[in-house]
């Protein structure tokens, strides 16, 4: 913000806009950081942030609780939520770890009951709290849960239900107890307002008809993800009453169909002008996918990560999405698919290739370095990389970054732990050392394969940008993690597993964590002591320990280090193990 | 006679399994597939060697990919009283044998029964009928994969159950000392 400098203007008649003004012009502001930054000018301006706040995002529902928030920002009306550590996606969390929603709700509920919209991501969310928000907030209208799990599609049909104005419900990738299809036909006979519904990880059977003429009522919808159970005739019908649709998830792909219905479904994709997310896809045939042809042309994103391609297929698809910039695959496609991605997709800027079989142990490759280096010469806008793959050489790597200097997320996953440059034998350290050197923008790195200290002397000495780094089976002792410490001061989120570091290496971040929000380390060398030490240093640190059955008392099995103004908390289970400065 | 009343029986009429594209399924299986997920315990979703939470994969992603519809999909043996022609998705998944360097792949779609599954096997790695495999008594034992990782025997379960969740197969070789 670029403030004139007043000129000869006496303090005390300094410029002072009325209050409404200034809430006014803050409203204008929409970016968290702005609004954090608006605050800590002077008083006036942070009071004035306090009644204009509409939007709060809470990166870790322990760093503050909901009384602060309630009491912070009286007329909120959206609040975005994340829970458990994101390990917990890997099963490395207890299922009873915490993270419940509800007694944020209890607070809005009393405080401020004008929420308009709640975005949870890793919360426990049971149907008692989807009750709850249906009945309470009157003005609600808009939920998304990804990955949350305690509730099942009984708490999706009381939203249904009872929530009038609602405009979004995104179910996504979630532990939910799938019991019927019924919640869809809880939607009110004139209700009409939905713009966003995605419910593509259900896997229960939802009533046709019913969806079909909810549709045709939701004259504004624009995202629709069926699930997999939904047929392609039914698709067809929701195509010709839904064109104005830009994001669309398709349902099951691997029905047999008549030349004619076939026809029939391609005219319907022709109507789809307004597409630029296509997902789905489960099974797909090739014969299938080519009915889609007629709605690729505006694409922009293409997430084919449900279904197993083969590299022939793939290639057949591309050439119709010219304007493709994001594509998730899984790595059936293999080499030769990713070829065709570097010679069909010029504007791609992510690309995520996700395992087929993450457990497959077998010697057959599906992707190597092969195809990431493919993408990258015919790539070069490429800043986002999600790889799966058996194996990869610091060559390759170097390669594609030279290739495509501009990655702020590079995510390379070599899946088995600790494996060397298969042709060199060499650690993969130097890999990494070229990405950190070469791509100045990096802010989010996730290494894997045989390291040693090195990689991590490297990142800290050129990731200067980086905010989230994610370590496994990697470094030689604690000068790794120390290096990491000392050189990433943009560092927000540390995650690490399988690592020879220790209480040093633990304390070395002493000054660190309060501008973190959150490290974790598991199966590594901290004790109990170490986080005891950790904790009383550092009083605005909750320092938590999760231990596992028949482990040594001394050992911190995982460690879960986060900043709060909230206290420790109290809602831990007898397994998480809490230590604070008292 | 003094025996004591049987405790009550919860007994719970399963649905057929259908075999029609958007008809109810078989709902019971579903959420058996997803108590599954919502009990997974810690430790579950570990690969192959062992190692918990790797790859780092979003186990609920692992599972929506694969076989959940799988079950509902199958015509399982209706002999022509499905009437609509309805698509036959393969379900090939891997097979292994204990001592032989090359797996195979048998599509599962095919056979609707663990003896007609056996005797695919047993010509595909060239294996005499009479050798003795039928749960622990011969000299491979017909394992899977299930969607957490874990190796299990495919024995005392059945076939609806069986391809509700296997992700790959095995034939291990029986330990050789005694019967196990």
Known sequence: MDLTPKQSIPAAESTRFPDEVLERVLTLLKSPKDRNAVSLVCKDWYTADSWSRRHVFIGNCYSVSPEIVARRFPRIRSVTLKGKPRFSDFNLVPDNWGADVHSWLLVFASGSPFLEELRLKRMRVTDGSLEFLALNFPNFRALSLLSCDGFSTSGLATVATHCKNLIELDIQENGIEDLSGEWLSCFPDNFSTLEVLNFSNLITDVNTEVLERLVSRCRSLKVLKLNRSSSLDCLHRLLTSAPQLTELGVGSFSQELTPQQHAELKHAFGFCKNLTVLSGFWDATALNLSAVYPACSGLSFLNLSYTALQSQELASLLPHCPCLRRLWVLDSVGDRGLEAVGANCPSLEEIRVFPTDPFDEDMLHTVTESGIVAVSQGCPKLHYILYFCRQMTNAAVATVVRNCPDFTHFRLCIMNPGQPDHTTNQPMDEAFGAVVKTCKKLKRLSISGLLTDLTFKYIGEYAKNLEALSVAFAGSSDLGMQYVMEGCSKLKKLEIRDCPFGNAALLSGLERYESMRSLWMSACNVTVDGCKALARQMPRLNVEVMKEEGSDDCKADKVYVYRTVAGPRRDAPPSVLTFSSL | ?180
């Open chain 2, 1 to 180: 006679d003094d025996r004591l009343p049987l405790p009550p029986v919860d007994l719970k009429t399963l649905p057929l399994l259908q075999w029609a594209a958007g008809e109810e399924n078989d709902d019971n299986c579903s959420v058996v597939l997803n108590n599954r997920i919502e009990a997974e315990e810690e430790g579950d979703s570990d690969g192959g060697d062992g190692i918990v939470g790797w790859p780092p994969i979003n186990f609920r992603r692992n599972k929506k990919q694969r076989n959940q519809m799988m079950v509902v999909n199958r015509p399982s043996s209706c002999s022509g009283e499905c009437g609509a022609a309805g698509p036959t998705p393969s379900m090939y998944v891997k097979v292994t044998m204990d001592g032989v360097g090359i797996g195979r792949k048998v599509d599962l779609a095919l056979h609707d029964s663990f003896s007609s599954l056996r005797r695919q096997l047993f010509a595909m790695f060239g294996l005499p009928e009479e050798n003795p495999w039928d749960g622990g008594a011969g000299e491979y034992q017909l394992t899977y994969q299930d969607p957490e990782g874990d190796w299990l025997l495919a024995d005392d379960i059945s076939w609806r159950s069986f391809i509700g969740s296997v992700q790959r197969l095995r034939l291990m070789r029986s330990s050789s000392s005694g019967s196990s």
